[in-house]
């Protein structure tokens, strides 16, 4: 299907443990409080995208301290499927909030914070594509990228502020059942693979991209300016 | 509200949830899987057009 067996086989575990864990938490809160299913949906591309962040913070200093290109890549790779889930994660609130809360946007400090984060990623990614010259655009994507972590902890903790009606994970954790707690355990393993999966598949594209414009230099024989 | 109208509700909120995590996932995996496929294609014509070059310098 893709030629790299890794990628391959790690996608196909990874849709199926997916499907496994939709089942698992179906099964777990379809008896009780049909609502918490939304728990399900929410949260876990909430933890993606925050992971996600994470791991391309970690990536960006880690080129700035070594200047390989490989740690740039990851940080775009990760940066990408962080703005894929954090719009899941965005969307399914707002269809969660209109249900809780009646309105799907109440600029609720937890929303309006988790946006800033995402038009701020979305500004690494626009800000990435517009430099021509790869040095260039590594370096100041991952200075970029630094400042832009700080959007996180930012999204993470709006919940303490005092006027957030969103729930913060310690209140909700103890009003969980073991059940439903072990199901969404489950989920978060589940998304984590699907998320290995996808950043190795986009490695895949990254590299081939590679190749082709090297094999495309070889053809022409010309030179390129933004090595 | 009757609590029938209530679950049914509910059910629809959860159904159109399902689909905007399900869709969102589908669409990027097509794009990701139509790039591989589009980049392969590129590749083995630029290998073709190389090893053409190369034939003609002999």
């Known amino acids: 299907m893709l030629g790299n067996k890794r990628a391959e086989g790690v996608f196909i575990v990874a849709v199926f443990v997916n499907i496994l864990a939709y089942y698992i938490s179906f099964v777990a809160v379809h008896a009780k409080r049909s609502d918490i ?9 909430a933890w993606v995208c925050y992971m996600a962040f994470t791991i391309s913070l970690v990536s960006s200093i880690m080129f700035l301290v070594k200047h390989k290109r490989s740690y740039d890549v990851i940080a775009e790779n990760a940066a990408i499927i962080g703005l894929l889930f ?5 969307l399914i609130g707002s269809i969660w909030a209109k249900l809780a809360w009646g309105s799907f946007w109440n600029w609720d400090p937890r929303e309006t914070a988790t946006l800033i984060l995402w038009l701020v990623y979305m500004g690494y990614v626009v800000l990435k594509l517009s430099i021509e010259n790869a040095e260039k655009r590594a370096t100041i994507g991952a200075v970029y990228n630094i400042f832009a972590f700080s959007t996180v902890p930012l999204s993470y903790l709006s919940v303490e502020f005092g006027f957030s009606q969103h729930q913060s994970a310690s209140e909700v954790l103890p009003q969980m059942s073991e059940v439903v707690k072990s199901a969404l355990i489950f989920d978060l393993f589940a998304v984590t693979l699907l998320f290995i999966a996808l950043m190795l598949l986009i490695w895949e594209v990254k590299s081939l991209e590679e190749r082709a414009d090297m094999l495309s230099i070889a053809v022409s024989g010309g030179v390129r300016d933004d090595i | 509200m009757t609590f029938e109208n209530d679950l049914r509700s509910l059910s629809i909120f959860i159904f159109a949830a399902s689909v905007v995590y399900w869709v969102l996932i589908l ?3 097509l794009w990701l899987f139509r790039r591989i496929s589009s980049l392969r294609e590129r590749i083995s014509a630029l ?4 090893a053409d070059d190369s034939s003609e310098r002999l």
């Open chain 2, 47 to 50: 290998e073709a057009m190389s």
């Open chain 1, 37 to 45: 299913y939304f728990l399900y949906l929410h949260v876990p591309p």
């Open chain 1, 86 to 90: 954090g719009a899941i994660a965005l």
């Open chain 2, 27 to 29: 669409l990027f995996l």
